[in-house]
């Protein structure tokens, strides 16, 4: 059973660039979610797809979009990159909320994708 | 807005010594609260998942609890093993169930 698998693992760009990552998700999840985890901190949300469509964002600027296609899978675009963007960047699936059943399940994340702006 | 600490940010012990790892959350409605285990560099590893219906999950040598009312969870490890060094991060989900918020992670070494 493959866990969630991201692309790339490390890559390197310089500010003003735009970097794409790429994220599989559990085999059965539906719900794809991106975090940002900056160096000794804990991931901050970024935004949830399901459905193909943005369920909900944290607290981002406009330059990090994304997409959710077909088979699930899902982008993470950030434009115009800054230094403040290297961080690790983490893709997280589960199956969807369902709010009648007040339970969500649990959360299986990638192996992250190491952005380094320079 | 959910805000969630951990204490302590760093614990250092020597093999073979039991331990529990703290985490509050600020808002007690919450569905339910999972832990991670992170090693250096790599993404997050489930350890448990606790549903707001039940007060305690075990795998293994780990133990986690959660109080709502209290807004408080533990993570209890027994016997600790050096490979069980890692960064530990507790989350839950915020009103919508949908964006999980992380506690900044308590940074353990158990030394040989």
């Known amino acids: 059973d493959a866990g969630v698998t991201q692309s790339p693992t490390h890559l390197i760009k310089t500010r003003g660039q735009q970097v794409t990552l790429r994220c599989s998700p559990k085999s059965g999840h539906d719900t794809v979610s991106w975090y940002q985890q900056a160096l000794g901190q804990g991931p901050q949300f970024i935004f949830q797809y399901y459905e193909e469509e943005e369920r909900q964002r944290g607290n981002f600027p406009d330059r990090f979009s994304g997409h959710q296609f077909p088979n699930y899978s899902s982008e993470l675009n950030v434009n115009a990159l800054l230094l403040g963007d290297s961080a690790l960047y983490l893709c997280?699936?589960?199956?969807?909320?369902?709010?009648?059943?007040?339970?969500?399940?649990?959360?299986?994340f990638g192996e992250g994708s190491r952005l380094t702006v320079l | 807005k959910q805000e969630v600490t951990q204490i302590p940010a760093a614990l250092s012990v020597p093999e073979g010594e039991n331990l529990v790892l703290n985490c509050s959350f600020t808002?007690?409605?919450?569905?339910?609260l999972q832990w991670f285990r992170q090693d250096p560099g790599k993404g997050l590893t489930s350890l448990l998942l606790?549903?707001?219906?039940?007060r305690e999950q075990t795998s293994g040598r780990l133990n986690a609890s959660l109080d709502k009312s209290s807004g408080r969870s533990t993570l209890y490890i027994a016997a600790s093993q050096p490979g069980d060094s890692a960064t530990y991060l507790c989350?839950?989900?915020?009103?919508?169930?949908?964006?999980?918020?992380f506690g900044p992670g308590t940074r353990l070494s158990v030394l040989p």
């Open positions: 606790i549903q707001s219906s039940q």
């Open positions: 997280a699936s589960s199956l969807a909320w369902v709010s009648s059943s007040r339970e969500t399940g649990e959360l299986f």
């Open positions: 808002d007690s409605a919450i569905y339910n």
């Open positions: 989350a839950v989900p915020d009103n919508y169930g949908q964006n999980f918020v």
